[in-house]
Each structure stands twice: as C-alpha cells, then as structure tokens.
C-alpha cells in the first residue's frame, strides 16, 4: 500500500519543504525539485513511518480489547445475592 496524500496535504507539504530549504539550506528549491523530494520520501520513508503507525493502534487496541472484560463485565446470577443482601438489612 503505497501512502498517499490529497491534493491540498501535498501543496502544503511542498511549501514546508521550500520553506525549510528557505531557511535551512543555502540554496532554495523549486517547487518541481520539492514536489519530487517529497515523492521520494513518501515512497521510501513513509511505509515506515505507516507501519509504526498500525503497529502502535494495534497496541493500543490490544490494551483496550483486554480491559474491555473490565468495563462491560456483569456478574452472573446476582438476583438472589441482590435480595438476600436486602433481606439481611430488613430481618434487622
């Protein structure tokens, strides 16, 4: 799967890297040469970068799915307990 990035994320994304270049580097760059650094690093880094991505929801979804027993957790059979514990007030 390859990352992509709407059109308005990737004029945004050329203009940061202008702008970094801008104040950065001692030459600027043109918005072609962005436009294709950019590529290249969506093409070689940003799997990565997406990867890392599912692997941490994944964790998180694993610590969530574990405490989910926790949260919607109901005990069984607890009519007579409930009454009995009523019962035990009322002979009082």
Do not use: C
């Not at 580097?25 to 040469?33: D, H, L, Q, T, V």
């Not at 694993?62 to 035990?88: N, P, T």
Request: proline letters at 2%.
């Amino acid at each position: 799967m390859s990352v992509e990035l709407d059109k308005q994320a990737r004029a945004t994304a050329i203009a940061s890297i202008q702008r970094y270049f801008d104040e950065h580097m001692e030459e600027p760059i043109g918005n072609i040469a962005a436009g294709a650094l950019l590529g290249f690093f969506l093409e070689e880094i940003g799997p990565t970068v997406y990867n890392q991505a599912v692997a941490d929801v994944q964790e998180r979804l694993q610590v969530r799915i574990s405490e989910l027993d926790l949260e919607v957790r109901e005990d069984e059979f607890a009519y007579w307990r409930k009454y009995s514990q009523e019962g035990s007030k009322r002979k009082k």
